[in-house]
Nanobody, 124 residues
Framework: QVQLVESGGGLVQAGGSLRLSCAAS????????MGWFRQAPGTTREFVAA????????DYADSVKGRFTISRDNSKNTLYLQMNSLKPEDTAVYYC?????????????????WGQGTQLTVSS
């Protein structure tokens, strides 16, 4: 069983930066890809960014491209999301997810392991 634990959320002013982390544990942790998704109140969970665990290929939602950077440290089984130039519309609960499926990085339904989420609030 894989466990994912997010950290790093909080309150930040618009224009600021924050880095989220996701620590993975489990005897057989070997995903094909990992991603970040977010969900604001009253909305569906949406794709933010994803990375292939071995090759390092990345994909970003248009709304965060150029502002967010996803990375991973395979030796630490940790996923990161560096968020710069934050906007109030980035406010949401951010979830880390892992998938063993070799499909497209941004396909939410292919992710079968999810963290509990961490809240990001961006004030204007």
């Amino acid at each position: 069983q894989v466990q994912l634990v997010e950290s790093g959320g909080g309150l930040v002013q618009a224009g600021g930066s924050l880095r989220l982390s996701c620590a993975a544990s489990g005897r057989t942790f070997s995903p094909y890809k990992m991603g970040w998704f977010r969900q604001a109140p009253g909305t569906t969970r949406e794709f933010v960014a994803a990375i292939s665990w071995i090759g390092g290929s990345t994909d970003y939602a248009d709304s965060v491209k150029g502002r967010f950077t996803i990375s991973r440290d395979n030796s630490k089984n940790t996923l990161y999301l560096q968020m710069n130039s934050l906007k109030p519309e980035d406010t949401a609960v951010y979830y880390c997810a892992a998938s063993s499926s070799p499909g497209r990085l941004r396909m939410r339904h292919e992710y079968d392991n999810w963290g509990q989420g961490t809240q990001l609030t961006v004030s204007s």
